[in-house]
């Protein structure tokens, strides 16, 4: 599925998180935002997952994902995260331990839904 989804921080909360780039042979390979707790959520916040079309289908997207669950543990001392995922992606944050909560939501014409984590991947 391909997003047209193009902002320069919309919400304005680049600023208060931070950022994580997964480099791959020397290309960005995959990003994701990791927002504090009371931010987006009461729970600390892993947002705009984005994995580079040329390196899909490799792994690099639970990889990047890994490495922000663990990130949000050493660098907020949580467990617990919450995402708002698109619904066609819901078996993939479920294989990371997120578990669905609540209705489907619009989101820029996609359809989300908020899901749960109270454990983490060591990588």
Partial sequence: MAQNCIFLDQDNKDQQCYHLLLFCEGQLAAYCRLVPAGLSYVEVSIGRVVTSPAFRGKGIGRKVMELAMQNCLDLFSTK???IGAQT???AF???LG???EGDPYDEDGIEHIEM???QHVRS
Wanted: hydrophobic content about 40%; charged content about 15%; glycine content about 0%.
């Fill in 80 to 82: 617990t995260i919450r």
């Fill in 116 to 118: 749960v984590s109270h």
């Fill in 93 to 95: 944050y479920e294989s």
């Fill in 98 to 100: 997120f578990v669905a």
């Fill in 88 to 90: 066609y992606a819901t």
